[in-house]
T-cell receptor, first 112, second 113 residues
Framework: DVKVTQSSRYLVKRTGEKVFLECVQDMDHENMFWYRQDPGLGLRLIYFSYDVKMKEKGDIPEGYSVSREKKERFSLILESASTNQTSMYLC???????????FGPGTRLTVL | AQSVTQPDIHITVSEGASLELRCNYS??????LFWYVQSPGQGLQLLLK??????LVQGIKGFEAEFKRSQSSFNLRKPSVHWSDAAEYFCAVGAHTGNQFYFGTGTSLTVIP
């Protein structure tokens, strides 16, 4: 069974902390994505990666960075967390030729 | 610009009634189209997808969707809704290259007994 896992389901951090959200997929997918989901705004793409060490900004990259050192792992980094980054974060992966994305269960991050 | 519009933020239907969730898209090329469902506290699960061919596609859980190019629409339907269908539904459009994906803002479905 294909799987995308995220390191935490719930996370509470303080303003100014550095936050790492980890995502691992076991499907050997080239593409990986990070979204944030907020009520009334749907899913918004933060960053995506189409290969190891390759990344592209999505629609809302400000305040975030990413790391993809291995094909199966894609990390989202909040260098200095702020309260407006309180959200649900979803990771996804897909093949490079288009097609459906497989989603992880999400990490609900609260920044106090 | 690419975009996906789900005009209905929230829909309430009675169990056993039919359902149609609307989705309109704006995309410069032939799109890949998707419907996802998200149950409370869960990630997104793919219901169905359209890549090419027959414009009426069947998905899981008894859902179907019809691609209408002239209307730039990809509406989701189910003939008889079950209480377990209560969830958030997202329409999405993707590029054939796989590196672009746009989601609508979602439609929240409530099912009443």
């Amino acid at each position: 069974d294909v799987k995308v896992t995220q390191s935490s389901r719930y996370l509470v951090k303080r303003t100014g902390e550095k936050v790492f959200l980890e995502c691992v997929q076991d499907m050997d997918h080239e593409n990986m994505f990070w979204y944030r989901q907020d009520p009334g705004l749907g899913l918004r793409l933060i960053y995506f990666s189409y290969d190891v060490k390759m990344k592209e900004k999505g629609d809302i990259p400000e305040g975030y960075s990413v790391s993809r050192e291995k094909k199966e792992r894609f990390s989202l980094i909040l260098e200095s967390a702020s309260t407006n980054q309180t959200s649900m974060y979803l990771c996804a992966s897909s093949l490079p030729t288009g097609g459906k994305q497989f989603f992880g269960p999400g990490t609900r991050l609260t920044v106090l | 610009a690419q975009s996906v519009t789900q005009p209905d933020i929230h829909i309430t239907v009675s169990e056993g009634a039919s359902l149609e969730l609307r989705c309109n898209y704006s995309y410069g090329a032939t799109p890949y189209l998707f419907w996802y469902v998200q149950s409370p506290g869960q990630g997104l699960q793919l219901l169905l997808k359209y890549f090419s061919g027959d414009t009426l596609v069947q998905g899981i859980k008894g859902f179907e969707a019809e691609f209408k190019r002239s209307q730039s629409s990809f509406n989701l339907r189910k003939p008889s809704v079950h209480w377990s269908d209560a969830a958030e539904y997202f329409c999405a459009v993707g590029a054939h290259t796989g590196n672009q994906f746009y989601f609508g803002t979602g439609t929240s479905l409530t099912v009443i007994p």
